[in-house]
């Protein structure tokens, strides 16, 4: 059985990063193998607890999921737009996924390719945010975004079925560069979150509930939602306001100085 403190130390780590462009996956995966965790039970446990962070970004975003809401009723078109341009962007994913979830599973869950996968989406932040730095500023909105635009953002979240790369990064240096401001671009990614992480979470869930609940147990389930949930709300608004003022640079060196602890501890 998973130990609450243990499941407590994942959640924290989850909320910490599943936001931020430093791949939560890949820190989970990397701190699994710190306190020793293996086995099936430990790699549904680092998907389920996402609940956690989907429920800080339902919370925090309650008044953007409500528009999205009353566009699915007919009473707010640019609702009904900004939902559209989502499932857009969460498709690929989806198909992605299931052709490759075994393949994924098997040879990416390991720590070397989260290494090359942190060290190289580093390189591609750092040198991404300088170029995006010298262009203009743009006043696109998330509600101007076409739906080709949406389908970009979409087959750009399919690199980070490789575990290290990052959700978070892929998809709002997709934004950027069409685009879109750097605060509304995190906005995005945030949304895009709440179908893509509940998918993967039920999909795990269903193929894999009762080895969960087995190895782990509901006592540590909790404790890795909730702690999960309380630090991404904490993480979301911090890293919007960082963002802001100092770009995405600062954490592509931070992926890179990961990488190389990572290397020297397995070598």
Same mark, same amino acid.
Request: proline share 3%; with cysteine.
């Given at each position: 059985?998973?130990?609450?403190?243990?499941?407590?130390?994942?959640?924290?780590?989850?909320?910490?990063?599943?936001?931020?462009?430093?791949?939560?996956?890949?820190?989970?995966?990397?701190?699994?193998?710190?306190?020793?965790?293996?086995?099936?039970?430990? $790699?549904?446990?680092?998907?389920?607890?996402?609940?956690?962070?989907?429920?800080?970004?339902?919370?925090?975003?309650?008044?953007?999921?409500?528009?999205?809401?009353?566009?699915?009723?007919?009473?707010?078109?640019?609702?009904?737009?900004?939902?559209?341009?989502?499932?857009?962007?969460?498709?690929?994913?989806?198909?992605?996924?299931?052709?490759?979830?075994?393949?994924? $599973?098997?040879?990416?869950?390991?720590?070397?390719?989260?290494?090359?996968?942190?060290?190289?989406?580093?390189?591609?932040?750092?040198?991404?945010?300088?170029?995006?730095?010298?262009?203009?500023?743009?006043?696109?909105?998330?509600?101007?975004?076409?739906?080709?635009?949406?389908?970009?953002?979409?087959?750009?979240?399919?690199?980070?079925?490789?575990?290290?790369?990052?959700?978070?990064?892929?998809?709002?240096?997709?934004?950027?560069?069409?685009?879109?401001?750097?605060?509304?671009?995190?906005?995005?990614?945030?949304?895009?979150?709440?179908?893509?992480?509940?998918?993967?979470?039920?999909?795990?869930?269903?193929?894999?509930?009762?080895?969960?609940?087995?190895?782990?147990?509901?006592?540590?389930?909790?404790?890795?939602?909730?702690?999960?949930?309380?630090?991404?709300?904490?993480?979301?608004?911090?890293?919007?306001?960082?963002?802001?003022?100092?770009?995405?640079?600062?954490?592509?060196?931070?992926?890179?100085?990961?990488?190389?602890?990572?290397?020297?501890?397995?070598?």
């Amino acid at each position: 059985m998973l130990q609450p403190i243990q499941a407590i130390v994942l959640g924290v780590v989850e909320g910490a990063t599943e936001f931020l462009p430093i791949s939560s996956t890949g820190h989970l995966i990397l701190v699994s193998r710190w306190l020793d965790l293996h086995g099936e039970g430990i $790699n549904t446990f680092d998907v389920v607890i996402q609940l956690g962070a989907i429920a800080a970004v339902l919370g925090l975003y309650r008044a953007r999921v409500g528009t999205m809401w009353r566009g699915l009723q007919g009473r707010d078109a640019s609702g009904r737009r900004l939902l559209v341009n989502l499932l857009i962007s969460f498709l690929p994913a989806v198909v992605a996924g299931l052709l490759l979830h075994s393949t994924i $599973n098997t040879r990416l869950f390991q720590v070397w390719p989260v290494m090359w996968a942190l060290a190289l989406g580093g390189i591609v932040m750092i040198v991404a945010d300088r170029q995006l730095r010298r262009g203009q500023a743009s006043s696109k909105t998330l509600e101007s975004l076409t739906a080709r635009e949406a389908l970009l953002i979409g087959l750009a979240q399919c690199l980070a079925l490789w575990p290290g790369t990052s959700r978070a990064m892929v998809t709002m240096l997709a934004a950027m560069w069409l685009g879109v401001p750097a605060a509304a671009a995190a906005e995005y990614s945030f949304l895009l979150a709440l179908p893509t992480l509940g998918a993967a979470t039920l999909f795990d869930a269903m193929s894999s509930g009762h080895v969960l609940v087995q190895e782990i147990g509901i006592i540590s389930i909790v404790c890795g939602f909730t702690s999960a949930a309380v630090v991404a709300a904490l993480a979301v608004r911090g890293f919007v306001r960082y963002l802001t003022r100092h770009g995405l640079e600062p954490f592509g060196w931070y992926r890179l100085a990961v990488a190389l602890l990572v290397w020297l501890g397995v070598r």
